[in-house]
Structure formats: structure tokens, C-alpha cells
């Protein structure tokens, strides 16, 4: 068996991965870095119009970026239930964060890789309720965590930090490479990020940066919603009406140091002034909304760009860097004021897309792309093959090994199936997205908004932005009723039950700490 080999090689030669010794043939280290909600429009490697990062850019430059990254359900803790497993929401039973509990007793790539001979750590964002399991480290933040002084949970003990959390969660993550693994085995190590989800909250050192600069604004930042189904328009994560005057930024966060909190008041206070003297109305309400999200949220990026910044510099100063594969991901896209939105859900482009960079020295030609249709349902098998491990045949996705290669073979899949849930009545429901599930083939895009019995097809050749739904246009009837069967083949190909129409009528169990959503424009609390 392979893990015998293993251990027998791997006791021979202990201490050679820890120095990153010539070890052509030992099993690769895989750094997986991972963030929350970050768009792939943020990156300058993706053509980002407004901002650079230039450390996730080395990533892209050294190694492969993924174009068509689609996420399953775009919602946090079902994503990452899906990275663990490599199964459907459906699958593994995870299908909404509100009363999602993961079940960490069934069968994750982590704990294969364990069991391999891996040793294995997460640290920061976790979000699925449960105990991690499968980990030989794991220091995580409870349920969404905060962006500064956060408890974390390290291997079941509540340990208390001081500062910001994209440094604490990096510094946690250095520390465990240089000081506490076993360096004479190989490693897998999940780093992620809780930035730079809702509030968008900056660090110290990024307060001041683009405060001289106006970011663009996307050209459909006054969507009307006319021509799409309903769902469009019955949504609550408009930038003008959603957003509170804590995302904003015109009252402080609750939990601040009093050293934090005065730097946080230098750096807001005087703008905040500024904006209740200028009494803004209509548009230039909303476009002063859109530059303060914005900014915080580019500032956010800022400090993660940064941070995987450090920890590449540590793999190379300790030539670690040969001989570990470092990919880049987020748990789903985010708008960044299309559709005048913020937050994910839909199956739109802007979401539906993750981030995808792989970096693997001497496998993957540096500065190449892959547009074939890939999913974070490929990553565990990815993880699997990586490692020299066959991956268990109930998995769902495909491992994205040929792919690195640079060419896609020719029976690649055609089609990306998507299913999101969360949507349970107005009480229970954060952002009001209807329940839809769809299919994505190179150029078009069904939506199926079950609940409300609306169908949506984009011709993403003409409307990139999915301005317009064509269903009900003649002229893609044939498109239409290929597209129909594409996605009821994908259903049962994926095994997907069907109870996908019932909304429950009990209120769901709530995670801890989870509040019910203010509804659109609530006067105490939306600016
Ligand atoms: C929180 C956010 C929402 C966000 C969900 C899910 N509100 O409830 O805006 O959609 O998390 O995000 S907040 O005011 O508490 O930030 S996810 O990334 O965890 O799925
Ligand atoms: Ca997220």
C-alpha cells in the first residue's frame, strides 16, 4: 500500500521536506489559500480595474490561472462543505449557512490525506459549525469571527488574540510552519482568510490608502432589473438600501481596542463629518455609498494581498517553494456594485466565479491559463491526485490534473450545474435570494428560480453582464430546450433529490450567534 511505502521513504529520508531538500519525487506540500467573498474583479491578475495585487498576481505568474472557476452554491459554509468532500450540497448535506451544521464524520480529503501520511492544519475562517476534524492543527474562528482581537478555537481550547485578524490568521499560520509541524512529512495546510467579508473592515495600516482616488464604478451600478425574473428585483443587498451604517462606516465597530478605536475614529470621523454636511440624495447618495463600501473592501484585499505576500516569501527563503503547490481560491465571487449590489447567492457571473490560481514548480508552465469549466467540486480530487492518492469513487467532481498540463482534453464536462437554497421566508432569510438552480455551458446560462416558476437564459457572447434574459426570445428556443435537458441530465447525474421545491415550514434551527436580517431600508439602522 502506498501509505506503508510512504511511511518506510518518508522515515528515511525525515527532515528532507522540512529543508525542501532535493525532493523530485516526495509527495508535494499543498498550500491552499483561501479568502471570503473575493472577487476575482479584484485581482489584478484577473484585469482588475481597481486595484492591484501584486502578491496573488506572483501566484498567477509562477503558475496557472483558472478563468472558469464556478462555485456550486454560492454561499459560505456550503462551499467550503463542498471543497472537504467533493460532493454536491445535496451530498454532503450542508445546503445553507442559516441552520447548516456540517457533518464532520463523513469522509473529507483532509482526513484521506492524513491518513496518508500528511500532516495536516487549518487556520482562520472555518464557518461550518461543527468541530473540524481531519486536522492534525486547526486554529479557527468561531462562526464568522471578527476583524480584530478575535477568539480563536485551537484544536477545542478558546484562545484569545489581540490585533488584526489577516495578520494573527498569517502570523498562527507561519508560526505552525517553522515551529510545530513535523518537518519529516509532507504538509497540507489550509490558510484562510475571513477577509474581505462584510464589514469590510480595514486595518489599521490601510485606512488612508485610496483616499485621493475615486475607484470606477461598475457600468451597471443603476441596474432597473427590467428584463430578468423576478428574483432580480426582490432581492435585500442593494448598496443604496442594504447597507448599514456600520458596513459604512459611520459608527464604529463594537469590539476595539481604546487604541484601535482612536485610529479607527482619525481615519472616519472627519470624512464622516464631511458627508452629513454635504446632506447627499438620490444617486450621489448611492455613489457615495459605492466609494466607501468599495474602498474598505479593496483595503481588505490590501492587507490579504499582503499577507499570502509573507507566507510566499517564507516558502522561498526556506526553499519549501519547489516542492509545494500553492493555490488561491475564495468561496464564492462577490458583486462589487453590479447590479448596484454587494454580497454573492446568485448565479451571476460576478459570483458564480471564484478566483482559481495553482502554482506548482516544474508541473504547471508559469503564466499559464485554463479556460475549460472547472469547480470547487474538483478540489478534493485535485487535493487527492496531488498527493498520490486515488480518491474515493463516490466523490463528485474530477481531478484537475490533466489540466495543468496546459492542454484540455477533449471529453473535458461542457457544463457546470448550480444550486443554491438559502432562501426561507422573509424572517430567516439574509439578502432575500430566491432558491434557483441552473446550468452554465461555454457561452450560455440557464436559471431556474424554482419557487417562483421564472426561467432566465443569457447569451454571455452578447450580454456579458446579464442584462437581459433571452428565454422567451424565438430566436434561442432550440438553446432553451437544449439547455432544459442539459440541466435535468445534470440532476440525475449528480443525484440531486427531488425536494428542491419545498420551502420548510418550521423555522430552521439557527447557528449560534445568528441574527435574523434587518429587512431593506430599516430606519435605525440602513444609512
Ligand atoms: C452575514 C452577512 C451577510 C452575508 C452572510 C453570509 N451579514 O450574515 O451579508 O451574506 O453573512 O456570508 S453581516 O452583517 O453579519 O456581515 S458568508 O460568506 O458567510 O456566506
Ligand atoms: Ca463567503
Same mark, same amino acid.
Given at each position: 500500500m502506498r501509505l506503508c511505502l510512504w511511511s518506510l521513504v518518508l522515515a528515511l529520508v525525515s527532515g528532507l521536506f522540512g529543508a525542501g531538500a532535493s525532493a523530485a519525487d516526495a509527495p508535494p506540500n499543498i498550500l491552499f489559500i483561501f479568502t471570503d467573498d473575493h472577487s476575482a474583479n479584484a485581482m489584478s491578475c484577473y484585469g482588475s480595474k481597481i486595484n492591484q495585487t501584486p502578491n496573488l498576481d506572483r501566484i498567477a505568474k509562477e503558475g496557472m490561472r483558472f478563468n472558469n472557476c464556478l462555485v456550486t452554491n454560492a454561499i459560505c459554509g456550503p462551499s467550503r462543505a463542498v471543497i472537504l468532500t467533493g460532493k454536491h450540497s445535496h451530498i454532503n448535506g450542508f445546503r445553507m449557512?442559516?441552520?447548516?451544521?456540517?457533518?464532520?464524520?463523513? *469522509?473529507?480529503?483532509?482526513?484521506?490525506?492524513?491518513?496518508?501520511?500528511?500532516?495536516?492544519?487549518?487556520?482562520?475562517?472555518? +464557518?461550518?459549525?461543527?468541530?473540524?476534524?481531519?486536522?492534525?492543527?486547526?486554529?479557527? #474562528?468561531?462562526?464568522?469571527?471578527?476583524?480584530?482581537?478575535?477568539? /480563536?478555537?485551537?484544536? %477545542?481550547?478558546?484562545?484569545? +488574540?489581540?490585533? !488584526?485578524?489577516?495578520?494573527?490568521?498569517?502570523?498562527?499560520?507561519?508560526?505552525? &510552519?517553522? =515551529?510545530?509541524?513535523?518537518?519529516?512529512?509532507?504538509?497540507?495546510? /489550509?490558510?484562510? +482568510?475571513?477577509?474581505? +467579508?462584510? @464589514?469590510?473592515?480595514?486595518?489599521?495600516?490601510?485606512?488612508?490608502?485610496?483616499?485621493?482616488?475615486?475607484?470606477?464604478?461598475? =457600468?451597471?451600478?443603476?441596474?432597473?432589473?427590467? %428584463?430578468?425574473?423576478?428574483?432580480?428585483? *426582490?432581492?435585500? /443587498?442593494?448598496? =443604496?438600501?442594504?447597507?448599514? *451604517? &456600520?458596513?459604512?462606516? &459611520?459608527?464604529?465597530?463594537?469590539?476595539?481596542?481604546?487604541?484601535? #478605536?482612536?485610529?479607527?475614529?482619525?481615519?472616519? @470621523?472627519?470624512?464622516?463629518?464631511?458627508?452629513?454636511?454635504?446632506?447627499?440624495?438620490?444617486?450621489?447618495?448611492?455613489?457615495?455609498?459605492?466609494?466607501?463600501?468599495?474602498?474598505?473592501?479593496?483595503?481588505?484585499?490590501?492587507?490579504?494581498?499582503?499577507?499570502?505576500?509573507?507566507?510566499?516569501?517564507?516558502? =522561498?527563503?526556506?526553499?519549501?517553494?519547489?516542492?509545494?503547490?500553492?493555490? !488561491?481560491?475564495?468561496?464564492?465571487?462577490?458583486?462589487?456594485?453590479?447590479?448596484?449590489?454587494?454580497?454573492?447567492?446568485?448565479?451571476?457571473?460576478?459570483?458564480?466565479?471564484?478566483?482559481? &490560481?495553482?502554482?506548482?514548480?516544474?508541473?504547471?508552465?508559469?503564466?499559464?491559463?485554463?479556460?475549460?469549466?472547472?469547480?470547487?467540486?474538483?478540489?478534493?480530487?485535485?487535493?487527492?491526485?496531488?498527493? %498520490?492518492i486515488k480518491a474515493p469513487a463516490d466523490m463528485q467532481g474530477v481531478s484537475l490534473l490533466p489540466l495543468f498540463g496546459g492542454t484540455v482534453p477533449s471529453d473535458w464536462r461542457k457544463s457546470h450545474y448550480y444550486h443554491y437554497y438559502e432562501f426561507l421566508g422573509d424572517q430567516f432569510t439574509p439578502h432575500m435570494v430566491r432558491r434557483h438552480y441552473g446550468v452554465r455551458t461555454e457561452r450560455y446560462k440557464l436559471i431556474h428560480f424554482y419557487n417562483l416558476e421564472e426561467w432566465e437564459l443569457f447569451d454571455l457572447q452578447k450580454d456579458p453582464r446579464e442584462m437581459k434574459s433571452v428565454y422567451d426570445d424565438p430566436a434561442y428556443a432550440d438553446v432553451v430546450k437544449e439547455l432544459t435537458a442539459e440541466v435535468k441530465r445534470l440532476q440525475e447525474h449528480y443525484k440531486v433529490p427531488d425536494d428542491r421545491g419545498s420551502v420548510p415550514k418550521d423555522p430552521p434551527v439557527l447557528q449560534p450567534g445568528f441574527k435574523p436580517m434587518p429587512k431593506a431600508t430599516p430606519k435605525k439602522n440602513a444609512a
Open positions: 449557512n442559516v441552520g447548516g451544521n456540517f457533518d464532520g464524520s463523513q *469522509q473529507t480529503f483532509p482526513k484521506l490525506l492524513q491518513k496518508a501520511g500528511y500532516q495536516t492544519a487549518i487556520v482562520g475562517k472555518w +464557518h461550518l459549525t461543527s468541530e473540524p476534524q481531519g486536522f492534525d492543527y486547526y486554529e479557527t #474562528l468561531y462562526d464568522q469571527g471578527p476583524y480584530y482581537n478575535p477568539p /480563536m478555537n485551537r484544536n %477545542g481550547e478558546r484562545i484569545k +488574540h489581540t490585533g !488584526y485578524t489577516t495578520e494573527i490568521i498569517t502570523d498562527l499560520s507561519l508560526k505552525w &510552519l517553522e =515551529e510545530s509541524r513535523d518537518k519529516s512529512k509532507p504538509f497540507m495546510l /489550509m490558510f484562510q +482568510h475571513k477577509a474581505p +467579508h462584510r @464589514e469590510w473592515q480595514p486595518g489599521p495600516k490601510y485606512y488612508s490608502m485610496y483616499n485621493d482616488v475615486e475607484i470606477p464604478e461598475p =457600468e451597471n451600478l443603476f441596474d432597473d432589473y427590467e %428584463g430578468r425574473s423576478k428574483a432580480a428585483k *426582490q432581492q435585500d /443587498m442593494t448598496i =443604496e438600501k442594504t447597507l448599514t *451604517q &456600520l458596513d459604512l462606516k &459611520l459608527v464604529p465597530p463594537q469590539n476595539l481596542t481604546p487604541e484601535q #478605536l482612536a485610529a479607527w475614529k482619525a481615519a472616519y @470621523e472627519p470624512q464622516n463629518e464631511e458627508f452629513r454636511k454635504a446632506n447627499l440624495k438620490g444617486k450621489d447618495l448611492v455613489r457615495w455609498k459605492y466609494q466607501r463600501y468599495i474602498k474598505d473592501y479593496l483595503r481588505c484585499v490590501a492587507a490579504v494581498d499582503d499577507n499570502v505576500g509573507r507566507v510566499l516569501d517564507y516558502l =522561498e527563503k526556506t526553499g519549501l517553494a519547489k516542492n509545494t503547490v500553492v493555490m !488561491y481560491s475564495s468561496d464564492q465571487g462577490f458583486f462589487l456594485g453590479e447590479h448596484g449590489w454587494f454580497d454573492k447567492r446568485f448565479m451571476y457571473e460576478e459570483t458564480l466565479k471564484m478566483p482559481f &490560481l495553482v502554482r506548482w514548480p516544474g508541473k504547471i508552465k508559469p503564466g499559464s491559463t485554463c479556460d475549460a469549466l472547472v469547480s470547487n467540486l474538483d478540489f478534493a480530487e485535485t487535493f487527492l491526485e496531488i498527493a %498520490g
